[in-house]
T-cell receptor
Framework: AQSVTQLGSHVSVSEGALVLLRCNYSSSVPPYLFWYVQYPNQGLQLLLKYTTGATLVKGINGFEAEFKKSETSFHLTKPSAHMSDAAEYFCAALGVNTGFQKLVFGTGTRLLVSP | EPEVTQTPSHQVTQMGQEVILRCVPISNHLYFYWYRQILGQKVEFLVSFYNNEISEKSEIFDDQFSVERPDGSNFTLKIRSTKLEDSAMYFC?????????????FGQGTRLTVV
């Protein structure tokens, strides 16, 4: 069964510092991969996704992620954190070998940004 | 911009009561989903719906749960006899057809509190 692991339930950074949120997937066939962000009391918003092609994908709000098949990883990065980036971030996978392709989510990482 | 709409945003119900959570997916989407997120935990898949029938469901989606698309626009989740452990945020999502249309669009969620 496919699974997604996010290391670190909480990540704290200072404003202006590099943001790195880790995600690893477990699947015999590389899935499609997504990062969603959830701001307080709001729904899930897509940040970026990887399906095929270029392994470095850019998303909204300056975030990017790199698919590394050899490491089964899809870590999310942002060069310089902003206070408004404080939110919960979810990595998710979509199995390309399943008929109706339900999203499997990781446990989430709460990003805390201090001044 | 089209969006998935969920009502109500917050529902409080007594244990044992029936609740219906409502969703209006994006109009030209064909796949519909319900996910839930218990407070502080990960987002979990409940059920997917396509072509007027359930296409996949998780072990969470037992006989107490049902889904329906009563007309061309609404997609509902019914919990027949709520339990305390059903308290969670419930997210509806929809997706267009086509293998490359991989992004699921999420609603803002309904927070269900069972007392």
């Amino acid at each position: 069964a496919q699974s997604v692991t996010q290391l670190g339930s909480h990540v704290s950074v200072s404003e202006g510092a590099l943001v790195l949120l880790r995600c690893n997937y477990s699947s015999s066939v590389p899935p499609y991969l997504f990062w969603y962000v959830q701001y307080p009391n709001q729904g899930l918003q897509l940040l970026l996704k990887y399906t095929t092609g270029a392994t470095l994908v850019k998303g909204i709000n300056g975030f990017e992620a790199e698919f590394k098949k050899s490491e089964t990883s899809f870590h999310l990065t942002k060069p310089s954190a902003h206070m408004s980036d404080a939110a919960e971030y979810f990595c998710a996978a979509l199995g390309v070998n399943t008929g109706f392709q339900k999203l499997v989510f990781g446990t989430g990482t709460r990003l805390l940004v201090s001044p | 911009e089209p969006e998935v709409t969920q009502t109500p945003s917050h529902q409080v119900t007594q244990m044992g009561q029936e609740v219906i959570l409502r969703c209006v997916p994006i109009s030209n989407h064909l796949y519909f989903y319900w996910y839930r997120q218990i407070l502080g935990q990960k987002v979990e898949f409940l059920v997917s719906f396509y072509n007027n029938e359930i296409s996949e469901k998780s072990e969470i989606f037992d006989d107490q749960f049902s889904v329906e698309r009563p007309d061309g626009s609404n997609f509902t989740l019914k919990i027949r006899s709520t339990k305390l452990e059903d308290s969670a945020m419930y997210f509806c999502a929809s997706r267009p057809s086509g293998l490359m249309n991989t992004e699921a669009f999420f609603g803002q969620g309904t927070r269900l509190t069972v007392v």
